[in-house]
């Protein structure tokens, strides 16, 4: 899918995060600590696209929500653009793993939630419009969150997010509600707008191959079995090429391969051949864990 | 002589209808379920999409409703006038429905009737207002600060816990028997029920959306405005309608205790001169605006959750 134009955008540029150290662990009801992140250590580079993966329930919600501020680490520091993040940080733009769509409003004013503060009237109106259409759910504006499908849903998070025009644009599983061939067109228009409006962008998904299109680098995440408690940085990937890539590129083949070994998925289950096959395998393992 | 006698039957009334108003396990029905974060998105229920249609075959169309719902008064009314003509019952225990009517008509004629209904309906209306607004901010601010909700909820549900008419001495000393005593009851009657609705409700607001409203930078006020509030606003009117039928109970409680004036005051009166047909004229008159009154809100409250979910 290709787009004539992105709608302009109103505020700052992409800016770099640097993740120090950071560890977190939650007291449970009894008492007892379970530490559930423990010494991340990554920089991020403005305008770079991280993707991060892991096994459901490693952390990967959880350190999302530290870069945003929405929560801070037990230990360690985050920095956006060398400034610490100390609360909620409106240079974040954040598509939650459930769309949270307010359901009074229409899907329209709820993608106006995430313009900007200040934002002019008209100038709003014109990228909301612009964005519903990116996301094809202009048909659906005036529609409550309720008359609309988990998918439809998604894609409204999704245009929320991007309607701020954040530095630092936070996904946690943006496509995951979504079918096939919506889901390779969201990809790609999230990278029309990224080349548009470069935005650092840390994404989370649970598809390799997702995460072998779209990222500078993969980070995968997880608990080292024989490390301590608390999910840790297992491997960072740098993903060769340019985008857009090829899909199903035969250099990333040996990368994929890493990845899924790294989730855990046996090597039986992979196979050789066009990334179809193995995606499926790979989208549908990572949830059957869940 | 009974004047003491009369309130106390309706104090077992207030009673049972103050703790409907004030049932302590929160908002009805709004309650968020605990969420399981590990579902996938695509499998969020949206059973209610289709709640409201019209299209389901068990309910009578609108019109049809109406009918039906006029049926069973019909079938009273029926077997009233033949129990009171058979002679059954004497007839100063048990009036004729034309009786009735007809004395209606007579009150009616002088403006005596129409000056009760007046004076009450004030009464209500003032002091619904005053109980509910005074119960939407202090609901509000309990509901939504922990330090408020611990400094100042438990002595509030401990005023809530005294049946509202053991204030009725207490506020004839201090005021006296006038308007601003009977209005001040009423809205003590009306603040609870709106109190513990709106506490309970904002106590529970979906913790994701209120989240992504900080996420969004959205400012404790606009959160409110944006967020918490639309997001209670059905269980609100659903607190105002239980407000408004503790606002008659305790109009009718506060007139046939010190009033000199009103409906309750005609029922007091009427029984004291034995008027049985004024008796059963008061009734279906309270009967008549209170549903009156409670359908108004139902159909605000129709409307908001048309709108709002
Ligand atoms: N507020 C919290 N209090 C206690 N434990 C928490 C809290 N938030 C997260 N956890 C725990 O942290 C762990 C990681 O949760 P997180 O949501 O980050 O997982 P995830 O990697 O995003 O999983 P998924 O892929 O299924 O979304 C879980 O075991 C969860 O129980
Ligand atoms: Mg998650």
């Not at chain 1, 990224?194 to 995460?211: G, K, M, N, Q, W």
């Not at chain 2, 009369?6 to 379920?33: C, K, N």
């Not at chain 2, 077997?79 to 002679?87: D, E, F, H, N, R």
């Not at chain 2, 007091?268 to 605006?289: K, M, T, Y």
Request: proline share 6%; hydrophobic share 45%.
């Amino acid at each position: 899918m290709s787009i004539t134009s992105v709608p302009p955008r109103t505020s700052v540029p992409a800016l770099g995060v640097s993740i120090r150290g950071v560890a977190r662990s939650f007291t449970a009801a009894d008492g007892s600590i379970r530490r559930v992140l423990r010494d991340i250590d990554l920089e991020i580079g403005a305008g770079e696209i991280v993707a991060l993966i892991g096994p459901s329930g490693c952390g990967k919600s959880t350190l999302l929500r530290q870069v945003s501020g929405l929560d801070r680490p037990s230990i360690g520091t985050i920095a956006i653009d060398d400034t610490r993040v100390t609360g909620v940080d409106l240079r974040c733009a954040v598509a939650f793993q459930e769309p949270r769509l307010l359901p009074w409003r229409s899907i329209e004013r709820n993608v106006a939630l995430g313009l900007p503060p200040g934002t002019d009237r008209a100038a709003g109106a014109a990228r909301v419009g612009e964005l519903l259409e990116l996301v094809g759910l202009s048909g659906s504006r005036s529609l409550r969150p309720r008359q609309v499908s988990g998918g439809m849903a998604q894609r409204a998070s999704l245009a929320r997010a991007l309607s701020r025009g954040p530095g630092v644009l936070v996904l946690d599983e943006p496509f995951g509600a979504l079918d096939a061939l919506t889901r390779l067109r969201m990809q790609d228009l999230l990278l029309d707008v990224h080349a548009a409006e470069p935005a650092t962008i840390l994404l989370v998904t649970h598809d390799v191959d997702e995460a072998l299109y779209l990222a500078d680098r993969v980070v995968l995440l997880g608990q080292d079995p024989d490390g301590p408690d608390g999910s840790s940085i297992l491997r960072i990937l740098p993903v060769p090429g340019v985008r857009p890539r090829a899909r199903g590129d035969a250099t990333l083949a040996q990368l994929r391969g890493e990845l899924l070994e790294g989730l855990g998925v046996d090597s039986r289950h992979q196979t050789a051949a066009p990334h179809r096959t193995s995606k499926a395998t790979a989208t549908s393992t990572a949830r059957d864990s869940r | 002589m009974t004047v003491t006698s009369r309130p106390r039957g309706s104090e077992a009334g207030s009673l049972e209808t103050g703790r409907l108003g004030a049932s302590p396990g929160g908002p009805p029905s709004r309650r968020p379920a605990v969420r399981s974060r590990r579902l996938p998105v695509a499998k969020r229920p949206r059973a209610d999409s289709n709640r409201s249609g019209h299209g389901d075959a068990s309910t009578p169309p609108r019109r049809g409703r109406f009918l039906v719902g006029l049926f069973l008064p019909l079938v009273l009314l029926a077997t009233w006038q033949l129990i009171a003509v058979s002679g059954l019952v004497p007839a100063y225990r048990l009036p004729t429905p034309a009786s009735v009517w007809l004395a209606g008509l007579d009150l009616a004629g002088d403006g005596v009737l129409a000056g009760h209904i007046a004076i009450s309906t004030q009464r209500v209306l003032i002091g619904f207002a005053v109980g509910s607004l005074f119960g939407l901010v202090v609901g509000a601010i309990v509901g939504l600060s922990r330090w408020a909700s611990a400094f100042a909820g438990p002595t509030v549900g401990a005023f809530r816990a005294v049946p509202s008419l053991a204030w009725v001495p207490l506020l004839i000393l201090y005021l006296g028997i006038n308007e601003d005593s009977k209005v001040l009851l009423i809205a003590i009657g009306a603040f609870f029920p709106v109190y513990t609705t709106v506490a309970g409700a904002l106590r529970h607001v979906d913790g994701h959306l209120v989240e992504l409203g900080r996420a969004y930078g959205l400012s404790r006020t606009n959160l409110l405005l944006q967020v918490q509030l639309p997001a209670v606003l059905p269980t609100v009117v659903s607190g105002l309608r239980l407000a408004l039928a503790q606002a008659w109970l305790f109009l009718v409680a506060a007139e046939l205790i010190f009033s000199s004036m009103g409906l309750g005051f005609l029922l007091s009166d009427s029984q004291n001169n034995g008027r049985i047909d004024r008796l059963f004229l008061v009734i279906i008159l309270l009967a008549v605006f209170g549903k009156v009154t409670d359908a108004l809100i139902g159909v605000l409250e129709k409307y908001l959750l048309k709108r709002w979910s």
